[in-house]
């Protein structure tokens, strides 16, 4: 990566959430999505076993608003998100009527973007605009 200044940036180091109900986030991470988390003293749970983030992004609200809504606005009744982050998986379809069940509400619902990438949206405890997809363009990179 490019320096710029004095700071060179190399890769994301982590990512998570600042969790304010931690058992709606455990039952989220831990069991639905089936992240293996360690856990240190005061309820920190850490991973260091996922790969890193593909794509680190400044998304307009107005975008994703765009991308979940199909129009710039957010809507009033539901939580305005305080970032993203979006989990690769081996089948969107089978992951969203999973987080279905267990009472997650989808924005977005299995939908196949132009660019190839097929999404399920919704937002987690914490206000994050979590994504489920599968992005064809990023496993090629493998």
């Not at 992004?57 to 129009?71: D, E, I, M, R």
């Not at 924005?107 to 994050?128: D, H």
């Amino acid at each position: 990566m490019e320096r710029i200044g004095n700071i060179r940036i190399l890769f994301i180091a982590g990512f998570g959430p600042i969790v304010r109900d931690a058992e709606a986030s455990h039952k989220l991470y831990r069991e639905n999505l089936g992240i293996p988390f360690k856990e240190e003293s005061g309820g920190y749970l850490h991973t260091e076993a996922l790969d890193g983030a593909r794509s680190f992004a400044l998304w307009p609200l107005s975008q994703a608003a765009q991308s979940c809504f199909g129009k710039d606005s957010w809507p009033d009744d539901i939580p305005v998100p305080q970032a993203w982050l979006e989990f690769d998986v081996d089948s969107v379809e089978q992951a969203t009527a999973e987080l279905e069940l267990q009472g997650y509400r989808m924005l977005v619902k299995s939908r196949k973007e132009p660019w190839g990438q097929t999404v399920s949206r919704f937002i987690s405890p914490e206000g994050f605009l979590v994504g489920i997809t599968f992005t064809p363009s990023m496993r090629a990179a493998n």
